[in-house]
């Protein structure tokens, strides 16, 4: 049974697809409006020629479709010599479906390369671009293609994302923990990004969602489908639709499509499916991940290649997942407002999995005197894990940062405004990036937390829960003087009980 690598950073070039879907899906809304909003789009997109003889069947009207999209450094128009993408993954468009679904798959996947032998799936892409990317795909990782095969393929590159993320005022993101390299030290791209809430920008947020240093190709992945989720959240429809003419500028600029995408007829058809799954959640499957060992070099000699792998059965057993509808959720069962409230208030902390730590809690407190605003921290932490101390050094993938761990600082709101605020950061495994953290702001509304899944109230404090495909990624708790929150780390590995008695057990320092 041959195996091969699992997925991976794919996530980051849904927030392109997104704005494209939500402003050619509004323009539908009349049809002589409809049809010139067409016409332009286009325009647009055929600013970059479209990509020669792509690789995929043109679906009929109405039919689900299966859309590749591509995150690369590939300049528009020129040689795919040598170009490398970051992102490889699937959509799925069912107007059957209550879900958009999404797979992922990984750069670093181990395939044999017609012309090269055994390489890494982006080497395909490299030698020949999106067309010989798909026939990999087809042969090699999912069969299924084959006879449900791709409809289109969209080609985003780098600058492209930099651009777009600037276009919306950039992004209030969720950093879990220090990120730091220097370039003229490693391989790697150069970083300097803070742990805690706050916005970045351009080149920032590229560096943030590229990241790879110290990483695997799941916590990339995972941080990647968090930046579009927190996109999402800041920059709705509205806005949207307020700029669309200068995002689609940006988009079609540095984005390359098959041809059936520069035509009227074909951005129809698309669109028809888009306004189905208009309010329809993304559904991530997530590919079977073995992480290799990877072998050091000898002293002098090259890096050998170190792949992921993959069961071939778990991959068909994903790609299946991948194209089946998700049916609509059930209708609740009405129930009075004391019931439901009863439903969901517990007089007691869950425990299960989490440890008392009180000293090195309140140190962390200690250390953050200076912020102007009360400071909570938990009573319990995931068994197993531990704060992350920049005097010591205890988080061993960073450099030593005593202003980081913890850190206070100054955020400003999206009118300008400062509030005070600071994070604390925990780390389970950091060789696996798993971080988790405390938050606390002065700003009682930020993007984050606009819209909570569902209300719980825990050993009287009332708790905001929020969730993605079932796990909880945060966890909010508002007071009269700052909101305070725990964060999951980016790969959930806290479970969703765990994370409701972390921030159940948020107490105040000094009291």
């Not at 332009?40 to 999209?69: E, Y």
């Not at 040689?79 to 958009?100: Q, Y």
């Not at 997530?286 to 072998?295: D, R, T, W």
Request: hydrophobic share 40%; aromatic share 8%; charged share 15%.
């Amino acid at each position: 049974m041959r195996l091969i690598p699992t997925t991976r950073g794919g996530a980051l070039w849904r927030f392109f697809f997104g704005a494209v879907i939500v402003i050619g899906a509004s323009a539908a809304t009349t049809a002589v409006a409809g049809l010139l909003q067409f016409k332009q789009l286009t325009v647009d997109l055929s600013v970059t020629p479209a990509i020669a003889h792509a690789n995929v069947k043109l679906p009929n009207p109405g039919q689900p479709q299966t859309i590749l999209i591509i995150g690369s450094d590939h300049r528009a128009g020129t040689p795919f010599n040598s170009a490398n993408t970051d992102t490889m993954m699937l959509v799925r468009l069912n107007g059957s479906s209550s879900t958009i679904n999404v797979v992922s798959v990984p750069r670093d996947l181990e395939v044999d390369v017609p012309g090269e032998g055994t390489a890494k799936l982006n080497s395909a892409y490299s030698v020949g671009g999106p067309n010989l990317l798909v026939q990999v795909l087809e042969q090699q990782v999912f069969p299924g293609l084959r006879a449900n095969p791709i409809n289109h393929i969209i080609d985003v590159n780098f600058g492209g994302f930099e651009d777009l993320v600037n276009a919306i005022g950039c992004v209030y993101s969720d950093v879990d923990h220090r990120y730091y390299n220097n370039t003229e030290l490693t391989d790697y791209s150069s970083i300097n990004i803070q742990p805690g809430y706050q916005k970045l920008c351009g080149s920032q947020a590229l560096q943030f969602v590229r990241f790879r240093h110290t990483d695997t190709d799941i916590v990339r992945n995972a941080r990647q489908q968090d930046f579009i989720r927190w996109a999402k959240d800041q920059y709705g429809i509205s806005n949207l639709l307020a700029n669309r003419d200068k995002l689609l500028r940006i988009f079609g600029a540095h984005t390359e499509t098959d041809h059936s995408l520069h035509t009227v007829d074909g951005l129809i058809n698309l669109f028809n499916l888009v306004a189905f799954s208009d309010g329809h959640t993304i559904k991530s499957v997530p590919f079977p991940a073995i992480l290799q060992n990877c072998v050091a070099a000898a002293p002098g000699a090259p890096q050998p290649p170190c792949y992921v792998t993959a069961d071939q059965g778990a991959e068909q057993q994903a790609f299946t997942a991948f194209m089946k509808p998700t049916p609509p959720p059930a209708a609740k069962a009405s129930t009075s407002s004391s019931t439901a409230s009863a439903h969901k208030r517990l007089s007691s902390i869950p425990t299960a999995g989490l440890t008392v730590d009180l000293p090195d809690g309140r140190s962390q407190a200690a250390q953050l005197s200076k912020v102007k605003m009360p400071i909570y921290f938990p009573r319990l932490i995931k068994t197993g894990s531990s704060y992350c101390l920049g005097l010591i050094g205890n988080c061993p993938l960073e450099i030593a940062s005593p202003g980081s761990y913890p850190r206070g600082y100054v955020i400003r709101d999206r009118q300008g405004v400062p509030h005070a605020a600071y994070r604390m950061t925990l780390q389970i495994n950091p060789n696996l990036g798993q971080y988790y953290g405390v938050q606390g702001t002065t700003w009682q509304d930020p993007p984050l937390l606009a819209s909570p899944t569902e209300i719980r109230t825990v050993a009287g404090k009332r708790l905001e829960v929020f969730a993605s495909g079932g796990k909880v990624t945060t966890v909010a708790w508002h007071t009269p003087h700052g909101v305070y929150w725990i964060s999951n780390t980016l790969t959930t590995n806290i479970s969703n009980q765990q994370m409701i008695g972390i921030a159940a057990s948020l107490m105040r320092a000094g009291g």
